[in-house]
């Protein structure tokens, strides 16, 4: 008998996290910058105030009419607040959207993830009784084409047992930062409506696009709308990543389903923390550039080094991570990471996370999402371990 196929164990990115010092966390994907101050005071004067209880599943009302403005403003979509079935709803992070979706949506069902992928797209829709399927990017330059997007759309439609039902879209992606042209979202677009597939798209990242694409939401491309829910949270753009506050937008009768399980899972989101971030959304017109010019800086002062250091930076579009294929004398990112956590006390991510394929095991993901002291630290622990 033939040797059972070994499952391809993928690296933990929160235990290596623990393996490196602060100073040299290049891994973990969330941002380590200071809160605003006056998002600090205003959650703690409600906290004092004893605003500290029960709210609807659906999320704080001032907060939701400001991110109905936010997404008039940014995104050029109309949502109302006031609709009902609610067309907007808080979540608890990003990831308490994708919660609710995979039990409302997903349970015997699949969703089709571009590769490398974010690994919670799988792991929240396998542990909720579903299938996450992948389609793998040209490793060159994280293109694709549209017939082979359709024919392996089609095969997984087809089949018995876990079929497709719906299409993931990460843009700009984790771990890859790649911000997808309009071009690639019409044919996702084209491909799900043909094959009447929803859409889920994770727009988490849209405030750090700096490249000549600019962000898109599928859902406001013609006749997307209707089969298109938009998850996008707060814990990168206002470093509150412990607050786990986020929010899904979309046809009331897909929301309402969200709504639903939330309701069940979680009850509410954190009620003095929406009512702190209610009043300071939409307060400064100014926030979101000064965020994205912040964090170009980053990448144009980090990807100089990292080139001058022999890594091969992909162009993704965006600057909340480097996607880089390492030095060329070196194949195993796995191996090289642990040299550089060893040697200069430096650790990233390590592309065999992110994929099912063999394809990715020379790249890594790095985040920049730290001060500026602590990216300068890091560049030089890691010249003197590669030069």
């Known amino acids: 008998m033939s040797e059972p196929m070994m499952k391809k164990v993928k690296p933990d990115i929160r235990a290596i996290t623990r393996l490196v010092p602060p100073s040299g966390n290049l891994v973990q994907g969330q941002s380590e910058l200071p809160i605003d101050p006056q998002l600090a005071a205003e959650a703690a004067a409600i906290i004092a105030a004893s605003q500290n209880h029960y709210g609807g599943s659906e999320g704080n009302e001032d907060l939701r009419k400001a991110v109905a403005a936010k997404i008039a403003k940014y995104n050029n979509i109309t949502v109302d607040p006031d609709a009902r079935p609610f067309e907007v709803m808080i979540t608890n992070g990003g990831t308490g959207a994708l919660i609710g979706i995979a039990q409302s949506f997903l349970r015997g069902n699949s969703a089709l993830v571009f590769e490398p992928y974010y690994p919670y797209h799988r792991r929240i829709l396998e542990d909720f009784g579903a299938k996450t399927e992948t389609f793998e990017l040209n490793p060159a330059d994280l293109s694709f084409e549209k017939d082979a997007l359709f024919a392996r759309c089609k095969e997984l439609k087809d089949r018995t047992e876990f079929p497709l039902t719906m299409i993931i879209v990460c843009s700009p992606a984790n771990p890859s930062g790649k911000v997808m042209s309009q071009t690639e979202l019409e044919v996702i677009a ?198």
């Open 190 to 387: 084209d491909v799900a409506t043909e094959l009447d597939l929803l859409v889920v798209s994770d727009e988490v990242y849209e405030h750090y696009v700096t490249g000549e694409n600019p962000h898109t939401p599928i859902a406001s491309l013609p006749d997307m709308w209707e089969r298109t829910i938009t998850v996008n949270s707060f814990s990168k753009s206002w470093n509150i990543s412990g607050w786990r506050l986020g929010y899904a937008y979309g046809p009331g009768e897909l929301i309402a389903k969200i709504n639903n399980a939330a309701n069940v899972i979680y009850v509410c989101p954190a009620t003095p923390l929406q009512a702190a971030l209610s009043k300071v959304l939409m307060a400064d017109d100014s926030y979101y550039p000064q965020l994205r010019d912040k964090f170009d800086g980053k990448r144009r002062y980090t990807s100089e080094i990292f080139t001058d250091l022999g890594f091969k930076i992909y162009d993704s579009g965006s600057a909340f991570y480097l996607w880089a294929r390492i030095p060329e004398q070196y194949n195993d990112a796995i191996a090289f990471n642990e040299m550089l956590m060893r040697d200069a006390g430096v650790g990233m991510t390590p592309g065999s996370a992110f994929a099912d394929s063999d394809d990715w095991d020379a790249f890594v993901r790095i985040c920049i999402a730290r001060e500026d002291s602590v990216l300068e630290g890091a560049m030089e622990k890691l010249q003197r371990v590669l030069r």
